[in-house]
């Protein structure tokens, strides 16, 4: 039996269960009645630096099970767009040793892949720490050679621009709490709410955008499920 892969989402699912174990301690505290709750705003601002720590820990899980599968599902290089071999050989041709070169004969060019990968990552990971639209289609973009993994973000009442806008909002949020913890307006638990289903959603768009793209490259029968939102986990 082929193992469907969609791990990811189930590690995202359970990433974010701690999310909403602090709604559910705000419940507790506060009771379920509709209105402002003094006290507890800390609980609110704690679960949405949880659910951006979710949704970056979820895109670099996505990036590298995809990056995994192409290389582990081609016979060549070329499974790549040429936009990743050339970002993946630029290394070696900047080399003083003009022999590093011939580290892609053979199966050579899988390492200096993985290495690719590597460096992608880090870079992500390290120097730009903030999980932005512009900052994630240069992640899948360099990785995997999809250009824009944000083009299938609508849905009914929400375009591609205004589901861009939200996250750069959301994230923009989260580094007010983390580096400032005073925000200009207060956050709420309706709020959170509103956040952690559009980050569902985005996550469950992505998946499948790379199931697509990772179809089309590999032209083998895909093992990466399609799901829909509200079935994550």
């Not at 994230?171 to 007010?176: D, H, I, N, P």
């Not at 913890?181 to 956050?187: E, F, L, M, R």
């Not at 959170?192 to 985005?202: E, G, N, W």
Request: proline share 3%; with cysteine.
């Amino acid at each position: 039996m082929i193992k469907k892969n969609k791990q990811h989402l189930d590690n995202f699912e359970k990433n974010i269960s701690d999310v909403k174990r602090l709604l559910e301690i705000h419940k507790i505290l506060t009771g379920p009645g509709r209105g402002y709750r003094k006290n507890v705003e800390v609980l609110n601002k704690s679960c949405i630096v949880l659910l951006v720590a979710c949704w970056e820990a979820f895109l670099e899980e996505l990036a590298t099970k995809a990056f995994d599968y192409m290389i582990n599902n081609s016979k060549d290089c070329f499974i790549f767009p040429n936009k990743v071999l050339t970002t993946a050989s630029e290394e070696l041709k900047k080399d003083s040793d003009s022999t590093k070169i011939w580290l892609l004969a053979g199966m050579g060019w899988k390492k200096v892949l993985e290495q690719h990968k590597d460096k992608t990552l880090k870079k992500f990971i390290e120097r730009f720490n903030t999980p932005s639209p512009e900052k994630i289609k240069y992640l899948f973009h360099n990785l995997i050679g999809l250009s824009d993994v944000t083009q299938f973000w609508y849905w009914k009442g929400m375009s591609i621009k205004q589901a861009n806008a939200k996250l750069d909002k959301l994230v923009k949020l989260r580094g007010e709490i983390a580096h400032k913890v005073q925000t200009p307006n207060a956050v709420d638990k309706a709020c959170v709410y509103d956040y952690m289903k559009f980050i569902y959603r985005i996550s469950v768009k992505c998946h499948n955008n790379i199931s697509n793209y990772i179809s089309n490259r590999t032209h083998s029968n895909n093992d990466w499920p399609k799901v829909r939102f509200g079935r994550v986990g």
